[in-house]
């Protein structure tokens, strides 16, 4: 027996045979601990000696945990942690003594503020095997629809979600919209219906709607049932079986054989069930099952119609080879915070969802315009994405990646040379060049360096001063044409703004510290901006909502002592957008005059000003069309995209996104110099000097190569201004979808009420 173990069993025996029961209490508390750890490093090193997860992409899974506010992603974090032996205790919201959850605002509040990673080993908890060890880094999300950027970012690296959805609530507003960007970036998903254990919960319920508002198909893998009054878990993939969790925070997994003539109750409604026999329980779950993965598997339905027998491993392969095609969503059951049915879930998160070899194939654009599948091998060059920028007191900027191949004779290590190909500067030549001091390994706010990152990992790399969330991190010495740009993470605009002052009023050292703090918070989240009213000179922060912007505001006075900033009241941010197009157009004014076009069809700009002693010329074909509503948001795109196009557009248009597609027939360093200027129109419309948005702007001819820069960049903001206004410009108001769910008793009290409230905002 080894020594500790000796100190262990003597420290308990003495203070059990004391009156010391509250020392004794803690004594059993951590040797359960201790022997957990134990237990857990002998796999540790039994995978690492066999195999080493993170060192086989085909055992990594990358998982985000998105769900509607307040449905228990937290809570599922911490005891995952907990039961992977990375933490010690379990974190409680309501204590605000969460791992996840570190900021000061986070646990005073008792909500997620930002995305926070980890790493853990796993398992399956239902085999003894050491060699099915699984890394499954994990994101967990906000819920608050205020974060909604924070999900974006975090799914835009990710490979499967788990979506967690409250057993009594049912689908919520914000559970749709999670749904929705899992979508976007063809996310397998794994529902886990969390809660369960209240009385008020109803699960049947739960898988009708998942069905009608989320339009997949279900597929219910366990089940609350109740066997002599106590509560657990139905494996309906393994006929036999029940599990029990046990322990002090249910870590102990108790699996019992079922006889047939059983009689049990589920709990798959809110009213109570009647018992049945476990056989019959079992076969109509099965059947339900069995139909669903039958209609997308012509194998399983053959044999489902001819009444043969149908394995388990046959049920297991197809129902994973229906997740990862999009057609199935497994459903699990059970409640975090009653420690019911979570080592099952990281059971079919390793089981059903992909690794970064089986992910849906990612687009790139390569340096020359093309769109090509992003490799999955891992001895292929460096390609990284930075997803996240958090500003660390000790560290300086840490930059949030997911390695997509690492790089076989190269890999991402300190002091590797980068190239960062960013969306001002996507080009080989203008790319910044940065040295990486540091391959950090993240839990939460806690990081530790590693040798070099492994291909399909999330890592955070130091010495980054110039990349920021959305850029592609390339090696330095690669051949260029193989170099891909990943599509950046489209960034909201905001809707609320707020007026900053320090009690120290306009002193040029204080607005330059709040300057400065502005913009490492806006690196840090780039949903929020900040600019100088021209009109009243107030400095102005925008973000999504009031929500966001108080916290903002906390974490200037917190994080980067501006305890005298305070904050005005919050405005509704307003836009402008066309309505129309500017084709065709005739005539000119403001300088800009309209010239045939070589098709007809397109006009040409041409500027002759003189500016001092300096004459600019320049002359330029240009059109603005709107982008039209958004079927996702339900109203006008906030997105705007800014183009140059040779006179014939073939252009690939598949990658989408808020940044210029280029094409190779115009000049690097004029594509940046003509995006400027394009960009700077946009942001001031011609009718009431608002930030257009939902609009295309599109530079498709420079005629005069030999323009200064400065010519060029006046000449493209003038000629999108023309063109927008004689597109037409019309206000644009945010326009918010509002789902209010009122008990029946009070509902004749409070229906005007909202509407009340709408008319006196207005």
């Given amino acids: 027996m080894p020594p500790f173990w000796r100190g262990f069993k003597s420290s308990l025996a003495s203070f059990v045979n004391t009156s010391h029961l509250w020392e004794a209490k803690h004594v059993i508390r951590d040797w359960q601990w201790l022997s957990r750890r134990c237990r857990l490093r002998s796999y540790s090193e039994a995978a690492t000696t066999v195999e080493d997860p993170a060192a086989n992409v085909g055992r990594v899974r990358n998982v985000g945990i998105v769900a509607h506010v307040d449905a228990g992603k937290t809570t599922l974090t911490e005891k995952i942690l907990y039961y992977a032996g990375i933490s010690r205790r379990v974190g409680n919201v309501d204590r605000g003594d969460t791992v996840m959850d570190y900021l000061s605002e986070e646990r005073q509040r008792g909500i997620t503020v930002q995305a926070a990673a980890t790493s853990v080993p796993w398992r399956f908890c239902r085999e003894a095997n050491q060699k099915t060890g699984c890394l499954i880094n994990i994101i967990d999300t906000p819920g608050h629809v205020d974060f909604t950027f924070e999900v974006e970012r975090s799914l835009s690296v990710m490979d499967g979600a788990i979506v967690l959805i409250d057993a009594v609530a049912g689908v919520q507003a914000q559970t749709a919209t999670v749904w929705r960007q899992a979508e976007r970036y063809a996310l397998p998903r794994i529902i886990f219906l969390n809660k369960c254990d209240r009385n008020e919960a109803d699960i049947t319920r739960c898988l009708t709607r998942i069905r009608s508002a989320l339009g997949c198909r279900p597929v219910l893998l366990t089940a609350p049932v109740e066997l002599d009054g106590e509560i657990g878990i139905a494996d309906l993939l393994e006929a036999d079986r029940l599990l029990f969790f046990e322990g002090l925070h249910g870590e102990v997994v108790r699996s019992v054989q079922m006889m047939p003539n059983t009689i049990v109750q589920p709990n798959l409604t809110s009213f109570q069930s009647a018992s049945v026999l476990w056989s019959e329980f079992i076969r109509n779950q099965q059947e339900s099952m069995i139909e669903s993965l039958a209609e997308c598997n012509d194998q399983l339905c053959g044999k489902y119609l001819d009444g043969a027998p149908i394995e388990q ?39 059903f969802l992909p690794s970064p070899e089986e992910c849906a194939p990612r687009r790139g654009e390569a340096l020359d315009g093309g769109v090509h599948d992003v490799s999955r091998i891992p001895g292929d060059p460096l390609l990284a994405f930075a997803f996240k920028v958090q500003q660390d007191t000790h560290r300086g ?65 130091s010495g980054l001063k110039r990349a920021r969330t959305g850029d592609t991190l390339v090696s330095a010495t690669a051949d260029p044409k193989s170099v891909l740009r990943l599509p950046p993470i489209p960034i909201p605009e905001p809707m609320f703004s707020v007026a900053l002052e320090r009690d120290s009023g306009y002193q040029r050292s204080s607005q330059e510290a709040l300057v400065a703090a502005l913009q490492l918070l806006v690196r840090d989240d780039p949903s929020l901006r900040y600019h100088e009213d021209e009109r009243t000179g107030e400095l102005l922060l925008s973000g999504m909502g009031e929500l966001h912007l108080d916290i903002a505001h906390k974490r200037l006075q917190q994080e980067f002592g501006l305890s005298d900033l305070r904050m005005s009241a919050p405005r509704v941010a307003l836009y402008e957008t066309i309505v129309g197009s500017s084709l065709p157009i005739n005539g000119g004014d403001s300088g800009i005059r309209c010239a045939d076009n070589i098709n007809d069809q397109i006009p040409i700009y041409s500027m002759d000003r003189a500016v001092g002693a300096t004459r600019l010329t320049a002359a330029m074909s240009v059109s603005v069309h709107s982008l039209g509503q958004d079927d996702h948001n339900g109203g006008i795109r906030l997105e705007n995209e800014a183009r140059i196009c040779p006179a014939v557009h073939s252009k690939d248009d598949s990658l989408g996104g808020t940044n210029p597609s280029i094409c190779s027939s115009v000049p690097l360093w004029m594509q940046r110099i003509l995006i400027e200027g394009a960009r700077a129109a946009l942001r001031r419309g011609p009718r009431f000097g608002l930030p257009v948005i939902g609009t295309r702007a599109v530079i498709h001819q420079v005629l005069t190569e030999s323009a200064s820069e400065a010519a060029l960049r006046a000449c493209a903001a003038e000629a999108i201004h023309a063109a927008l206004f004689r597109a037409k410009t019309s206000l644009v108001e945010p326009v918010m979808r509002v789902q209010i769910l009122l008990d029946s008793s009070v509902m004749l009290a409070t229906e005007s009420n909202p509407k009340k409230d709408a008319r006196q905002q207005r």
């Fill in 397 to 461: 900027p840490l930059v949030f990646v997911r390695v997509f191949s690492s790089g076989a004779s190269e890999p991402l290590k300190p002091g590797k040379v980068i190239k960062v190909l960013s969306a001002d500067r996507p080009n080989w030549q203008e790319a910044a060049q940065e040295r990486v001091n540091a391959v950090l390994r993240v839990h939460a706010d806690h990081f530790t360096p590693v040798e070099s990152a492994q291909s399909g990992g999330i890592y955070a790399l």
């Fill in 313 to 351: 491993r046959e049920l297991r392969n197809a129902l994973r080879s229906a997740t990862l095609q999009h057609q199935v969503v497994p459903v699990l059951c059970g409640s975090a915070l009653h420690n019911v049915g979570v080592q099952p879930l990281l059971d079919a998160v390793v089981e």
